[in-house]
């Protein structure tokens, strides 16, 4: 057979397939967030487990809370919480980092910055108008550790 000939055999030339994440399908080339992408983080916050967990999150600093002292503070049963935990860090909402046998959840910030920046964009016309988003001027203002949250 020649090295062309692939009638008769078993290869069949194969379409490349794109298999990877495609960054580009998220994110504009200027980095702003999507309607898709921010759609699916409004549908992950949607639940109110969830969202309770992203805020007792959001709360706790960037230092984070363990995923136990989780499920105790919010009274959610550990399969539920893994479940609710790995759908948030899929979206891209919190992370989780292992420190021995435990795992150390905090909020990523980054994210739900862009995402108040894509459902505020162009708003009031340019214009300052929402004085409680205003009043957290800095990142380290509004995410300093909360000395009240669990370890």
């Not at 916050?45 to 984070?64: D, M, N, Q, T, W």
Request: net charge neutral; proline share 6%.
């Amino acid at each position: 057979m020649r090295p062309n000939d692939w009638r008769g055999s078993l290869l069949l030339p194969i379409p490349s397939i794109r298999t990877s994440f495609d960054f580009a399908l998220y994110f504009h080339k200027n980095g702003n967030m999507e309607t898709l992408n921010a759609a699916e983080i409004l549908a992950a916050l949607g639940h109110e487990s969830r969202l309770a967990i992203f805020r007792l999150l959001v709360e706790a600093g960037p230092k984070g809370i363990i995923a136990s002292a989780i499920g105790e503070q919010l009274s959610i049963p550990n399969a539920t919480l893994s479940f609710h935990l790995s759908h948030l860090s899929r979206v891209g909402l919190i992370k989780g980092e292992r420190e021995s046998r435990f795992i150390h959840y905090s909020a990523e910030y980054g994210t739900m910055d862009d995402l108040i920046a894509f459902l505020t964009k162009n708003c009031c016309q340019g214009k300052a108008c929402l004085p409680k988003t205003a009043a957290c001027d800095t990142l380290e203002s509004c995410c300093s550790p909360n000395p009240a949250a669990p370890e």
